[in-house]
């Protein structure tokens, strides 16, 4: 007999609260005009100004035509935009646009208030336990762990410092 406690499985958690967290961050950042999705293509960007459409796709683990359809609308509601690659005419590398950094960064408290939220309660040591705990994981699920490159995988260790100096 199949006797599994959702309450006590690691996928069924980490997919629960993957949910919960989403579900609030939506919530909250409806009046900003940004969906999830969006916002996860500008987050990415924000770091890689310039990149090309198939390099920041690999990133974000998504097929090119998804990716398009994404960039197609932040190009047109004015989130980012498109210029030329010098060297190669096909291509076209990807900015973020100056109107997109106001609201970029009230999405970025947004971000930090839904992360403080979930972890109320765990202290300092323990947070730092949960990322570490949660990259391994990753790690270990990569399709090939040899691999396994921490920024591809969306952690930046410096980024993961100040969390975790800040408490967040």
């Known amino acids: 007999m199949f ?3 959702p309450n006590t499985s690691v996928g069924f958690l980490l997919h629960d609260v ?3 967290m989403r579900a609030w961050f939506d919530e909250q950042a409806q009046a900003l005009g940004l969906t999830r999705a969006q916002w996860r293509v500008l987050v990415h960007l924000g770091p ?18 998804t990716l ?6 932040l190009e047109r509601d004015g989130w980012l935009v498109r210029r030329p690659d010098p060297a190669d005419r096909r291509a076209w590398r990807i900015y973020l ?8 960064k009230k999405m970025e408290v947004l971000a930090v208030e839904t992360q403080a939220a979930a972890l109320a309660g765990l202290s300092p040591d323990q947070r730092a336990m949960l990322i570490e705990t949660l990259v ?3 790690a270990n699920l990569a399709p090939r762990s040899d691999d396994f490159d921490t920024d591809k995988a969306g952690v930046r260790r410096d980024q993961l410092d100040r969390d975790m100096k800040a408490g967040t």
């Open 3 to 5: 006797n599994m406690d």
């Open 18 to 20: 993957s949910r919960l």
């Open 48 to 65: 890689r100004q310039g990149i090309n459409q198939t390099s920041l796709a690999e990133i974000l683990e998504l097929d090119n035509v």
């Open 68 to 73: 398009s359809r994404h960039i197609d609308r």
């Open 97 to 104: 646009s100056e109107a997109s950094h106001p609201t970029l």
């Open 136 to 138: 391994k994981i990753k």
